[in-house]
């Protein structure tokens, strides 16, 4: 199974050679729109790789801001589908992303009313708006933004499961890994 050094390494490699591949495939050969996708790419596989299932290099790599995986490394097995299938999992953890954060904004500034005069409830529906406005305003964007966050988690995926299938033993991979999350668990406490 590769390491997050390998994934990494792939993630990254694959976003420069996609950009020529992007940027022949368009209609258009919009290089904005290009670039776009290969941001959203390796964004997708360093920061929000499919192994923040567990207490890996990206879930740490999020630092104090690893509280808003906490859950999502709680309630999903490590490379369960929820995280692992190729376009769900980053879509899920983009629409987690985006929720969890909004939650901590509004408790933020719920927080935040106690002292100051100001409106929780109004900031985080001007949030949704502008989340809504991004879709109506800039839609080709955003959907070329979608595609490179789904292959930045996809080729994670496909590594995992090109070096599984090539291992003689699933088995005791399985069990070695569970082990390792267990440690891994251990160090990090709650976080
Ligand atoms: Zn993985």
């Known amino acids: ?16 050679i996609g950009i020529p591949v992007v940027w022949g495939l368009l209609p258009d050969h919009n290089l904005a729109a290009t670039l776009t996708w290969c941001g959203a790419h390796i964004v997708s596989g360093i920061a929000f ?10 879930y740490k ?4 801001l690893r509280i808003i995986w906490y859950p999502y490394r709680q309630l999903i097995g490590h490379r369960d589908w929820v995280s692992h299938s190729l376009v769900f999992g980053p879509l899920i953890r983009l629409g987690y992303f ?13 927080g935040l009313s106690q002292l100051i005069p100001i409106s929780g409830a109004r900031w985080s529906g001007a949030f949704w708006r502008s989340v809504g406005d991004l879709w109506t305003d800039h839609r080709a ?27 003689p033993n699933h088995r005791s991979l399985r069990k070695s890994w569970r082990k390792r999350r267990r440690r891994d668990d251990d160090e990090w406490g709650i976080w």
């Open 98 to 110: 985006l929720l969890m954060s909004a939650l901590l904004i509004w408790l933020f500034l719920t």
């Open 49 to 58: 790789s499919p192994d923040l299932d567990l207490a890996s290099t990206p």
């Open 1 to 16: 199974m590769p390491n997050g050094k390998t994934h990494d390494m792939l993630t990254v490699v694959t976003g420069v």
């Open 141 to 167: 964007t955003v959907v070329i933004f979608l595609i490179g966050f789904i292959t930045g988690g996809a080729v994670h995926s496909i590594a995992d499961w090109l070096s599984s299938s090539s291992e």
């Open 61 to 64: 790599r999020w630092g104090p």
